[in-house]
Structures are given as structure tokens and as C-alpha cells.
């Protein structure tokens, strides 16, 4: 499976859109694009998935680039309850059932 | 039930007990997980289990042995662990097979070795 790259952290005024970026310039074909997060003391939490296309549900919306090498994971309307790692993760359609590899992940802070 | 139940949430052992943490789901899943988290680091997985078969072992020491006695269950045992090994066990299932679905974690089991 091919290597992410996040930042470290970011910060997000409540209410305003928080922009997540991943690196993923070595990704293959077929391979999808995942996002989840971690809140504090919890268990990781899916939120999106996508190959090529743009994809949006009541959480968020992801937007991947023509070349597939990044993408961006957006949550329209921050609140501080979106405070948490997010972690992008790609993953192969028919890559070895469960092999989900985190990364270090985004810390991101939400302010009111 | 859109759950993963793990139990206990915490669990202090000394290096000489033995004991095990529980998962349990009730979604129909067929793949059963467990991922192991140090503090400030990402999830590592450790096993994964499909139709109730080991699938995947992630090189994890035998002092970790893992069990699913049935598509709902899945246990961890441990026995003679070493203080490094304290951390968040995380359980996880899916839908066997189609691995774009997302997986479902629990919140996880907090082990403290003494």
C-alpha cells in the first residue's frame, strides 16, 4: 500500500471549514483513498472513502485530484466536537484484507 | 447495532498473569481485527481474522494469542507480558470480502502491565 503525508497539526475557527491535506503521490491505480479520525480516548472512526471521483456524505466531503497524487479531506461547518487525529489512508482494492496502515495523521484543534 | 463492544476498557496485570480481552459485534461482519496503539502513536495492526480463520498475524510475539470462536466473538489472550506491551488494544470488524468497506472500531481496552 502506498505512503501518506500529512501535516502535523492544524487549527479551524468553530464554524469555518477545516481543509485537510494528504500526500499520496505514490498511489497506484487501484487504489482507494480513506479517511478516518480519532477523537481523544476512542476508537478510530471511519469517515470517508474515494478512488477518483469527488465524494461527499453528512460528514464531509473529499476532493482528489486529477493525478490522484493528493486530495483533500474537507469538513464544511467545524465544531469543536471535530477535534481529533485524522488520518488519510490508501488502500488497494483486493490488497490483503485488512491491512489498514495508519499514519501519524493530523492533529486537528478546533477554536470557538 | 452498528457497535463493536469491547471489554474490559481497562486492565492492570503483572507479568505472570493471564488474562484476555473480549470483543464482540453483531453487524453479520466476517472479518474481525485487532490493532495495538501506544500513546501518541498511530494504530499498528496485529491479527485479522476472516470467516473465523487467522488471516493475517502481524508478527506479533506469542505472548499475544488471539481467538474468534465465532463470527460475533473474538478474544485476545495474554499471558507473560512485558511492561512495553501496555497500550490501547483496538478491535475492529467488517464486511468479510469487500475490502472498500470501512471498518467499525470499538473504543478499545486499556492495558496497564505492571
Known amino acids: 500500500d502506498a505512503k501518506t503525508t500529512q501535516p502535523t497539526s492544524m487549527d479551524c475557527a468553530e464554524g469555518r471549514a477545516a481543509n485537510l491535506p494528504c500526500n499520496h503521490s505514490?498511489?497506484?491505480?487501484?487504489?482507494?483513498v480513506y479517511w478516518y479520525r480519532q477523537i481523544h480516548s476512542q476508537g478510530p472512526q471511519y469517515i470517508i472513502h474515494?478512488?477518483?471521483n469527488n465524494e461527499t456524505n453528512e460528514m464531509a466531503s473529499l476532493i482528489i485530484t486529477e493525478d490522484r497524487k493528493s486530495s483533500t479531506l474537507i469538513l464544511p461547518h467545524a465544531t469543536l466536537r471535530d477535534t481529533a487525529v485524522y488520518y488519510c489512508?490508501?488502500?488497494?482494492?483486493?490488497?490483503?484484507?485488512?491491512?489498514?496502515?495508519f499514519g501519524r495523521g493530523t492533529q486537528l484543534t478546533v477554536w470557538p | 447495532d452498528t457497535e463493536v463492544t469491547q471489554t474490559p476498557k481497562h486492565l492492570v496485570m503483572g507479568m505472570t498473569n493471564k488474562k484476555s480481552l473480549k470483543c464482540e459485534q453483531h453487524?453479520?461482519?466476517?472479518?474481525m481485527y485487532w490493532y495495538k496503539q501506544k500513546a501518541k502513536k498511530p494504530p499498528e495492526l496485529m491479527f485479522v481474522?476472516?470467516?473465523?480463520?487467522?488471516?493475517i498475524n502481524e508478527s506479533v510475539p506469542s505472548r499475544f494469542s488471539p481467538e474468534c470462536p465465532n463470527s460475533s466473538l473474538l478474544n485476545l489472550h495474554l499471558h507473560a507480558l512485558q511492561p512495553e506491551d501496555s497500550a490501547l488494544y483496538l478491535c475492529?470488524?467488517?464486511?468479510?470480502?469487500?475490502?472498500?468497506?470501512?471498518?467499525?472500531f470499538g473504543e478499545g481496552s486499556r492495558l496497564t502491565v505492571l
Open positions: 475492529a470488524s467488517s464486511h468479510s470480502g469487500g475490502n472498500t468497506g470501512e471498518l467499525f
Open positions: 505514490t498511489i497506484s491505480g487501484n487504489e482507494y
Open positions: 474515494g478512488l477518483k
Open positions: 489512508i490508501v488502500r488497494g482494492r483486493g490488497s490483503t484484507l485488512g491491512r489498514l496502515y
Open positions: 453487524m453479520g461482519h466476517r472479518a
Open positions: 481474522y476472516s470467516y473465523e480463520k487467522l488471516s
